[in-house]
């Protein structure tokens, strides 16, 4: 795309400025604004503003504005941008436009536009939302015809907040990266006897009244509830207003009517942005739209009634239409089967959330089902998107899902569907829960099967209560819980969250792993450690002589044989990578009523789980242990190094990785 010194561009909506260049750009993903030189670039343009401003052609551009409009807003912290990758798109932008007056939000129409080229005094700003106001859609309606708009198509809605993307020549108070915002231009029940003639219930004559409705009251009906020197500030004035207002002006009255040309300031901006950010100034949201059901937002301003604002969410949309994605298309073939490909970015169906993936976690089962493991059942169908935990960004909800908005940082689980190892992905809302900002999101990543099969795991050994205590002398256990428990592969992904959660329920934790991880196992709470490759490892048997009440097996191949000479007379072992024999075992001990047991786990995600879990992770009492991050275009090796083994906790593709 065309980039010319001084624009920049701005998501989404736009906001005009009388004393410079008349055009507008609004309900897009991206627009320019116009900035006088060696001035700040003005993030919103007031109300009245609005009104003079006109599309620049017959292509849906950006709005000219002031510099002295534009307001940062306030960062909790430093923010590093790499401007680089701030660099402004190319190409075309969604956004919704209407082509002739009337219609209302039937004749709002979709449509793919160039995005508009910066110019010299201007900044291009990607848009993250805009507020639609009565004005919207009364330009449309023809009120300001035929000087409004100039020319069609036209792309509507003004006020917003965004990031800048690029900044044009003079552009110096700005730098990419920044969030900015647009300005978005009292208690009677009006329908009542006293709130149709806005007596005061206590009697009180108005000093003051700001006339923000936009249905006609004449000022025969604020006469008599105005002090002697009463002033009506009216923001949607009409002609009879305007009559009035100069009739008054003429005879010297004291009562006044007084229509509003708006004016921003930047300072305003400043005041109101502190009153924000202080708490003393509250916005409230009526109502939130999709640019693709933009529509929706646009009839509801004009039904009237919204309570607040009726903003369009637009940035948090799927900003292309495809995305890179790793997939396999048959069974087998390990790391050197998964391809990198481009495909389409999925759409959520209802009860479903699509998410921007930020990071993605490998668990056995992903390559164990591409082996084969669940043949003919799973994968569904080919080509497969493999991986089911990941953590990421809302972007689009489905039908029904309301628990949930555009922008939220969330953990979720997608089995047996996955998709986990691409840009995007689909997910159910009822496995996925808020990521906190405590909660890193290669953190939230690697809990939903990890952790939650530890915690199953410990639930089915007896392990009723996790009360933090972490005391390990098992007096938080009950008496008849386990208070001796074994954790076998204890440096792995499930077994380094099992041996934390059994030492929040106070048990006493014996772990086995490699000689390499001993100390490790032992800083995660571990009483004591056992080498498994040494004899008194291989038979799992207990340093202080203790016998087991409970073991959570996260290993694989050990015989029933070697369990039951360490296990205390009524004990359970509950493995969760059971075969044929394990299930027959089980079934056995069933039947003949055995005090030791052996129960295979079929793992359920549960939303509740994964919430405590993401909880305790954002107290700091569940520590989550990376072995090694891949960017996605290495995600094969992170596949390689699963079906590996001997990794010490988790493995996890982040989208946004560096290339190494």
């Not at 999709?290 to 637009?314: F, R, V």
Request: glycine share 10%; proline share 7%; net charge positive.
């Amino acid at each position: 795309m065309r980039r010319s010194a001084g624009h920049v561009l701005r998501r989404g909506g736009c906001c005009p400025h009388r004393d410079l260049y008349k055009q507008q750009s609004r309900c897009t993903h991206y627009s320019s604004l116009y900035q006088r030189p060696n001035r700040p670039i003005s993030l919103a343009c007031r109300l009245a503003h609005r009104s003079l401003v006109q599309p620049r052609s017959a292509t849906p551009s950006s709005p000219p504005i002031h510099s002295s409009q534009v307001i940062e807003l306030p960062a909790a912290g430093q923010h590093q941008v790499n401007v680089t990758a701030m660099a402004a798109p190319s190409g075309t932008m969604r956004a919704v436009q209407y082509d002739k007056y009337r219609g209302g939000a039937k004749g709002l129409k979709h449509v793919e536009v160039p995005i508009p080229s910066p110019k010299k005094g201007a900044v291009l700003i990607r848009m993250e939302a805009t507020s639609l106001n009565a004005p919207d859609w009364k330009f449309q309606k023809g009120v300001a015809r035929p000087v409004m708009p100039r020319k069609f198509p036209f792309i509507s809605g003004f006020d917003l907040a965004g990031e800048i993307v690029e900044l044009g020549a003079g552009v110096s108070d700005f730098k990419p990266g920044d969030k900015v915002i647009a300005i978005n231009f009292p208690v009677l029940d009006y329908k009542t006897p006293e709130g149709a003639s806005l007596r005061s219930p206590s009697g009180r004559k108005y000093d003051a009244v700001v006339h923000c409705a936009t249905t006609g009251i004449p000022w025969s009906v604020f006469k008599p509830v105005l002090a002697a020197a009463g002033t009506v500030v009216d923001i949607t004035p009409g002609f009879v207003s305007v009559a009035t207002a100069i009739l008054q002006m003429a005879t010297f009255s004291k009562e006044r009517l007084v229509p509003l040309i708006v004016i921003p300031k930047k300072e305003d901006m400043e005041l109101v942005m502190e009153m924000v950010k202080q708490g003393t100034l509250k916005t409230v949201i009526d109502s939130r739209h999709s640019l693709s059901s933009a529509q929706d937002g646009w009839a509801k301003i004009m039904s009237g009634h919204a309570t607040g604002k009726s903003p369009e969410h637009q940035a948090m949309a799927a900003p292309k239409t495809t995305m890179r994605a790793l997939q396999y298309d048959k069974y087998g073939g390990g790391a050197e089967g998964l391809k990198h490909v481009e495909v389409p970015i999925p759409s959520p169906k209802k009860g479903e959330v699509l998410l921007k993936v930020e990071a993605a976690s490998i668990n056995p089962i992903d390559w164990k089902i591409q082996k084969g493991m669940a043949r003919p059942f799973l994968p569904r169908k080919f080509p497969f998107i493999p991986v089911g935990d990941m953590s990421g960004e809302v972007v689009e909800l489905g039908g029904g899902v309301t628990n949930f908005k555009p922008g939220d940082k969330v953990v979720s689980i997608s089995f047996p569907t996955g998709g986990g190892l691409a840009e995007y992905a689909v997910a159910p809302a009822s496995l996925t829960v808020s990521r906190p900002a405590e909660v890193s999101a290669v953190e939230g990543a690697s809990l939903p099967t990890a952790a939650s099969t530890a915690l199953q795991q410990l639930k089915a050994a007896g392990v009723s209560s996790f009360d933090g205590s972490g005391s390990g002398s098992g007096a938080a256990s009950t008496d008849n819980g386990p208070k001796n428990v074994l954790v076998t592969a204890a440096s792995g992904g499930v077994g380094h969250y099992a041996v934390q959660l059994a030492k929040l329920a106070g048990l006493h934790v014996t772990a086995t792993c490699g000689a390499r991880n001993l100390g490790f196992v032992a800083g995660l709470g571990a009483d004591e450690a056992l080498d498994y490759k040494t004899p008194e490892g291989a038979r799992l048997h207990n340093p202080s002589g203790k016998r087991y009440d409970a073991v959570a097996h996260c290993a694989t191949g050990t015989p029933w044989s070697v369990f039951a000479p360490v296990l205390a007379d009524r004990a359970t072992v509950v493995d969760v990578t059971p075969g044929l024999a394990a299930a027959a075992r089980s079934l056995l001990q069933k039947v003949t009523f055995a005090r030791q047991r052996l129960v295979p786990l079929l793992v359920v995600p549960k939303k509740e789980e994964m919430e405590w879990l993401v909880e305790l992770t954002r107290q700091g009492k569940l520590r989550t242990v990376v072995d090694s991050r891949y960017p996605l275009s290495r995600a094969q090796e992170a596949w390689a190094k699963s079906i590996e083994g001997h990794a010490t906790g988790k493995i996890v593709v982040e989208m946004g990785g560096e290339e190494e």
